[in-house]
């Protein structure tokens, strides 16, 4: 592992750095990778850059890059952002943006730690995220750690020549501690 923040069982968080640009830009111009996440524009590298030294300098996220503890490879990036120390809120996101490390229980991993890390350690008493219709498996991964349906905003995106639901799902701290 190479400066490890988090570490798992196969994956561990490090922080993501700007050399990282060129691993990640390719991810988020993937239709296959964006189909199910709110980025559509095409992105060249300087953006991917700036969006990542956006992203540094934001106090109210944070993003890390997951990576394999076997080969340390970067497979994708999740992260909490709109922390909301007040409320003891914040917004989960994930991409395993490399599609060949899809599947292969990867997200899941790096979901539970997220959470480990957003109620252990950030203290936050509920984290929540927005999951497309177009995305059963997303869906499933967040049922299968504890994440719960809490509203479906009506046809609010459109891709694939369609209106798809927004689904929001929320997990409280209780409802973490009550599955450890
Ligand atoms: C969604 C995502 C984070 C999931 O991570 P992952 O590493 O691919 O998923 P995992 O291997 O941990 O788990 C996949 C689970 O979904 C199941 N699954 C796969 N395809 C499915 C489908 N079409 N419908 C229902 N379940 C499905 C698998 O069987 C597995 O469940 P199991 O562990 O109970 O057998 C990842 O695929 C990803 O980043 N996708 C692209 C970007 C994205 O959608 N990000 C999230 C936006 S909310």
Redesign the pocket.
Known sequence: VKNPFRIGKRIYFRPVEREDAGVLQPWFNDPE?TR??RAWRPYNLAQETETLEKLTKDESSIVLAIALRADDRLI?TVGLTHIDHRNGNAEF?????DRK?????????A?RLILDFAFATLNLHRVR????AN???????YE?VGFVKEGVLRQETYRESRYWDVIVMGILRSEWERRK
């Open positions: 990778v199910t996440l994708g996101g994930i991409a395993v943006g490390s899809q599947n292969k229980g990867y997200g899941t991993e979901t995220l927005c999951v497309y995305n059963p498996r997303g869906l499933h991964v299968k």
